[in-house]
Each structure stands twice: as structure tokens, then as C-alpha cells.
């Protein structure tokens, strides 16, 4: 019985207190061998990106070896592995491969002097364009530029280590499920921050345990997935849609009340996007426009609350299974050679 006691704890403890890390899926470059992509898009250079998909597409590849007059099989790196399907769903999905890497790499061995090749960056595309003013994109620069990882500028930090070059996609702007944009932006920052593969790139720094840093925060799994990193560690902007000045791990946001207050600090960030219209379908955001007393965080997930009650139903049970056994047992030894167990 004992052990049954203990097997229902630990699911309990699974189901509430489970590392944010398991939870959260990380769209991780896989080695996975797909050959065709599945999104339907036609790109009006999938031919040419072909030529290298035919190797950077999966873990494989291969290349005739003419001194040797041989074919011969390697193992493409995962860094160096572009997913087809997440290529062409991404923003950049119309381009060519080589609009921004040399036309020199379709040649192989690759010649060694485009390794120091310069690559272009956001602004020197979209910077001053009329087409993509809703953006701000220079507003944005100027945010960057001030925020805690431009220090990093000199360790190969840019905007593209967190706008994945091959896969980023617009998101919290035009997707209506909330908690499907929060863990895309978070598996951003959770790229380096829960990967430190990546994070030792940048910095002779000791790794950080995103978990334990964040142990203050009560249902830490849960906050992860409903609120985004830059709710609490970027600047406030009017503005932008998307605020982008990191400030130092000082200035973040640590007061509850921050969030869960009348004036939510979520209103002008993460619920930013939403319509007036949109807000007041939206159950909960609507709660909190209509009704003055509503405070984000009050109304549990019916779900949790139903398999909270359950799981408390099965201690009860077991509890009492336990104490049935504890008694009946104490009374057989009472009957028996006439010892009080107590
Ligand atoms: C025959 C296989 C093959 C083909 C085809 C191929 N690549 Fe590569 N590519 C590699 C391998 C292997 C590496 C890693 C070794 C190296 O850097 O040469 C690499 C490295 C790279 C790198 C990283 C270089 C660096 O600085 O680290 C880029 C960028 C690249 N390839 C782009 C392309 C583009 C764009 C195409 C298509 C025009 C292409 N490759 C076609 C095999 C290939
Ligand atoms: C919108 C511009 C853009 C397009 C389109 C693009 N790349 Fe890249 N690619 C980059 C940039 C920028 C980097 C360097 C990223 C960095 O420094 O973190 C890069 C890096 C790479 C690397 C080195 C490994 C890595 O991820 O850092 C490979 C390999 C590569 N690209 C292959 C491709 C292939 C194959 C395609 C076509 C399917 C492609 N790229 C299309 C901008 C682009
Ligand atoms: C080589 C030029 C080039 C570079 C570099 C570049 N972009 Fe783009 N970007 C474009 C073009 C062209 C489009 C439009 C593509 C289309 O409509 O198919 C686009 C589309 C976009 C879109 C979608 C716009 C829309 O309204 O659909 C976003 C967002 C975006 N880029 C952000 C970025 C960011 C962030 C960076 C840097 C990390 C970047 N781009 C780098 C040329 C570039
Ligand atoms: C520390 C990570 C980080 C860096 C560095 C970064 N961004 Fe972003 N950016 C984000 C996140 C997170 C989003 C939200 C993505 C989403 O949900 O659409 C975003 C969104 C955007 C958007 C879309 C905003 C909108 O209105 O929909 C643009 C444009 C953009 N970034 C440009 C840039 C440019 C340009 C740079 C470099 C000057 C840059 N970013 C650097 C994290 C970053
Ligand atoms: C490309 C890797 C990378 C990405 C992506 C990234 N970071 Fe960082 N971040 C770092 C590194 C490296 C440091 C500096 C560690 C050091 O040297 O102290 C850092 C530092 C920080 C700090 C502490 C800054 C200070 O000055 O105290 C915060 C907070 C932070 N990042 C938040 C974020 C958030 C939020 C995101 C996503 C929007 C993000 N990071 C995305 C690599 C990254
Ligand atoms: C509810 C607000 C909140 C959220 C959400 C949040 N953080 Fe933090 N974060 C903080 C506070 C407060 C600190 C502690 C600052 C201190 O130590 O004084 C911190 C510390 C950090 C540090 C610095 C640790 C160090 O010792 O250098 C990093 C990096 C960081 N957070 C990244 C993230 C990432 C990545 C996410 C998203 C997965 C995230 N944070 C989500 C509030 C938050
Ligand atoms: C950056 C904003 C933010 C901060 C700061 C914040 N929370 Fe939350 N919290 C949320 C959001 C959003 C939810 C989910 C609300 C919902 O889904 O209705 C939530 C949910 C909760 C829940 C319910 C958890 C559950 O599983 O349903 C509790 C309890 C909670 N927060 C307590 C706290 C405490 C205590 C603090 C301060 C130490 C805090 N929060 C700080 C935004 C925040």
C-alpha cells in the first residue's frame, strides 16, 4: 500500500510540477531524412535550391570523389541541415538559396574563401522600405542596439540568431491561438538559453539554469507556456509590436502584480495584437476589458482543475485503502496472540 501511496505522489508531482524544458516542444533541426517537402508552397526556385537541399536537406549526403572515382557517403551536420518544410513556410520561403549566399557554393568542395563571406542584414533589405513601414524595422534596430545582447555584437551576436535565417516566421502579429505564438517566442530565446551548444558561441560565461533562475516564480511550467520571456526582461514600447530592448536580468519584471492586476503590463505586450472585437470574444482578455474585478491568473484551466480533483479523489482513496489494511491487520494480531498494536 505504502508503495501505491508513493507511485500516486509522484504522479502528482509529475503532473504539476514537470520541468518546463519537457513541456515545451523545441523545433530543433532533426537529422530526420525528408526528401520532399510537404507544405504545398511552390517555391519558383525549388529546382535550384535542390541542388543544395541534395545535401543540406537531411543527415546524408553525397558527392563523387573523381581523383578516387569514387562515390562517396558522409554525414551533413545538424547545424548545418535546413527542414525543407520549415524553409518553405518561412517568411524568406519565396527566396533562392543563393539570394543570400554566394552562387560560388554551388560548387563542392565549397572554396574555402566563402567562409569569410558577408552576410546581409535585415536592414540592408527592409531598412527604409515603404512596403514593410508596419514593421518599424528601424525602430526595432534602434532597440536592439540598446538592449543587453548588443554587447555580444562583437561575438557574432545579430538579429539573426534569433530570427532563424532559414525558418523565421511572422507569428504573434497574425496568429490567433496565444499560447501557440508564446512557445514559438520562447523556444527563440530557449534556443541558446536551454542550449548551451549555442549559448557557448557567444560568451566564456558558465551555462545558466533557466529553471532554477526562475525558481521564484510559482507554476513556473505553466507561466512558461502562457506568458513570453520578453513580457518580464524587454523594455515596455508604445509603439512596437514587439518590444526589443533586453534589458539587464536586474530590471526584470518580478512583482505578480506587474501581471495580475486590473492594469496588466500583459495588455500592452502579449494581448497587444488582439482587436478591440477580437478582445471581447476572447473569453479571458474579455474578462478582464468587461469586467473590472477579473484578474488574469483567477480562472483555472477547467482541465487542471478536473485532473487536480481526480488525483486528490485517488490519495483520499488510497489513504483509506491504507488505513482499512493498517486496521484489520491490527485486529488479526490483536485476535491472535492477544499484542496491542497501537
Ligand atoms: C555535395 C554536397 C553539398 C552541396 C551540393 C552543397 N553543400 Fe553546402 N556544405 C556542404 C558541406 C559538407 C558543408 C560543411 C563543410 C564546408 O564548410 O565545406 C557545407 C557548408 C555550407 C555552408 C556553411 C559554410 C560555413 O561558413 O560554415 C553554407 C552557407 C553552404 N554550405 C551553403 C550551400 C548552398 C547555398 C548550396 C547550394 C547552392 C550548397 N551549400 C550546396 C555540402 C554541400
Ligand atoms: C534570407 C537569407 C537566407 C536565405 C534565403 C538562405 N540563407 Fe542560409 N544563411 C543565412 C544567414 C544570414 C546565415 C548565417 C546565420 C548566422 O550567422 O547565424 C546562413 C547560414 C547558412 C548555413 C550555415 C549553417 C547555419 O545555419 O548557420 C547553411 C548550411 C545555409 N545557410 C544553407 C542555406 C540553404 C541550403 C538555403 C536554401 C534552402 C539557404 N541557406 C537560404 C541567410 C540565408
Ligand atoms: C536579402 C534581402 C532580405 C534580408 C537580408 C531579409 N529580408 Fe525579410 N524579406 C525580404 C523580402 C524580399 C521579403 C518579401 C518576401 C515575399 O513576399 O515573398 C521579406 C519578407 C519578410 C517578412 C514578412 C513580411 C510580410 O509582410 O509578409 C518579415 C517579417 C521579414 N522579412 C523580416 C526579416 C528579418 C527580421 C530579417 C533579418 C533577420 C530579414 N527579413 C532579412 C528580404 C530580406
Ligand atoms: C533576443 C532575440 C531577438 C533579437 C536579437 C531580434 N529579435 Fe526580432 N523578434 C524577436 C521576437 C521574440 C519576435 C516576435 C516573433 C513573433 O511572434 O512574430 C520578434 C519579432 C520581430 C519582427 C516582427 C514584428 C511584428 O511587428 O510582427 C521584426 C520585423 C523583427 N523582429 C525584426 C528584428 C530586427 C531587424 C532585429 C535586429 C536589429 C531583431 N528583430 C532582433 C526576438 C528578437
Ligand atoms: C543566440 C543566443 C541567444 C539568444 C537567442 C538569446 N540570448 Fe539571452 N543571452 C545570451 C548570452 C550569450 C547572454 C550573455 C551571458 C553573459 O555573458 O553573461 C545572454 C544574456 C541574457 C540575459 C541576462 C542579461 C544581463 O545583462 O543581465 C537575459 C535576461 C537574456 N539573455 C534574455 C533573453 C531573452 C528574453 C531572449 C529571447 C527574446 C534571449 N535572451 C535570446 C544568448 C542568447
Ligand atoms: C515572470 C517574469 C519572467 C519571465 C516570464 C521570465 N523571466 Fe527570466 N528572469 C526574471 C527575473 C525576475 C530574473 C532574475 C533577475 C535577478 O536575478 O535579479 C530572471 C533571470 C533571467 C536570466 C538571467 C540569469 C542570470 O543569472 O544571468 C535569464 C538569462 C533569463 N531570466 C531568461 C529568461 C528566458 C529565456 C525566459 C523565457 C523562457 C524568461 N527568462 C522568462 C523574470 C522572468
Ligand atoms: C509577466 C506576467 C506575469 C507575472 C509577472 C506573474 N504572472 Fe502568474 N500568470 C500569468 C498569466 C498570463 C497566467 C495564466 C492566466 C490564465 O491562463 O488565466 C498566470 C497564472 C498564474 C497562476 C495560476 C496558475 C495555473 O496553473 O493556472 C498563479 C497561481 C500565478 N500566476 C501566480 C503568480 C505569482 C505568485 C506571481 C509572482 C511571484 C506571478 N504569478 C507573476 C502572468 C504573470
Request: glycine letters at 4%; aromatic letters at 10%; charged letters at 25%.
Amino acid at each position: 500500500m505504502r508503495k501505491w501511496f508513493g507511485y500516486i505522489l509522484i504522479a502528482t508531482v509529475l503532473v504539476f510540477d514537470n520541468s518546463v524544458l519537457a513541456i515545451v516542444p523545441f523545433p530543433g533541426r532533426t537529422g530526420r531524412a525528408i526528401q520532399q517537402d510537404t507544405t504545398g508552397y511552390v517555391s519558383p526556385f525549388r529546382d535550384q535550391n535542390e541542388r543544395c537541399f541534395k545535401c543540406h536537406g537531411q543527415s546524408k549526403y553525397e558527392y563523387s570523389n573523381e581523383n578516387l572515382g569514387l562515390t562517396v557517403k558522409a554525414l551533413m551536420c545538424s547545424e548545418r541541415i535546413v527542414d525543407r518544410n520549415q524553409f518553405y513556410s518561412s517568411n524568406h520561403k519565396s527566396f533562392s538559396c543563393t539570394d543570400c549566399h554566394s552562387e560560388g557554393y554551388a560548387e563542392f568542395p565549397h572554396p574555402g574563401e566563402l567562409r569569410m563571406e558577408q552576410k546581409f542584414n535585415c536592414l540592408d533589405c527592409h531598412g527604409g522600405d515603404p512596403a514593410y513601414e508596419k514593421y518599424q524595422f528601424e525602430e526595432i534596430d534602434s532597440e536592439y542596439r540598446q538592449s543587453t545582447h548588443f554587447k555580444l555584437e562583437k561575438e557574432g551576436f545579430s538579429c539573426w540568431k534569433c530570427h532563424n535565417p532559414h525558418y523565421y516566421k511572422l507569428n504573434i502579429r497574425d496568429n490567433k491561438n496565444i499560447s501557440e505564438a508564446v512557445i514559438y517566442d520562447n523556444n527563440l530565446c530557449l534556443n541558446c538559453h536551454a542550449n548551451f551548444k549555442n549559448f557557448q558561441l557567444l560568451t566564456d560565461a558558465m551555462e545558466i539554469n533557466i529553471v532554477r533562475e526562475h525558481n521564484w516564480l510559482p507554476n513556473q511550467s505553466s507561466h512558461f507556456k502562457s506568458v513570453r520571456c520578453i513580457e518580464c526582461h524587454a523594455k515596455a514600447n508604445d509603439t512596437l509590436l514587439v518590444a526589443h530592448l533586453i534589458k539587464p536580468k536586474e530590471e526584470a519584471v518580478r512583482g505578480c502584480n506587474e501581471c495580475h492586476s486590473k492594469n496588466s503590463i500583459l495588455m500592452s505586450s502579449l494581448y497587444k495584437h488582439l482587436s478591440k472585437e477580437e478582445r471581447k470574444s476572447n473569453g479571458f482578455v474579455n474578462a478582464v476589458m468587461l469586467n473590472q474585478s477579473y484578474v488574469i491568473g483567477a480562472n483555472r484551466n477547467e482541465y487542471l482543475n478536473l485532473i487536480s480533483l481526480i488525483i486528490f479523489g485517488l490519495v483520499l482513496l488510497a489513504i483509506a485503502v491504507h488505513i482499512i489494511f493498517r486496521i484489520k491487520s491490527s485486529i488479526k494480531a490483536k485476535g491472535g496472540d492477544n499484542v496491542s498494536v497501537s
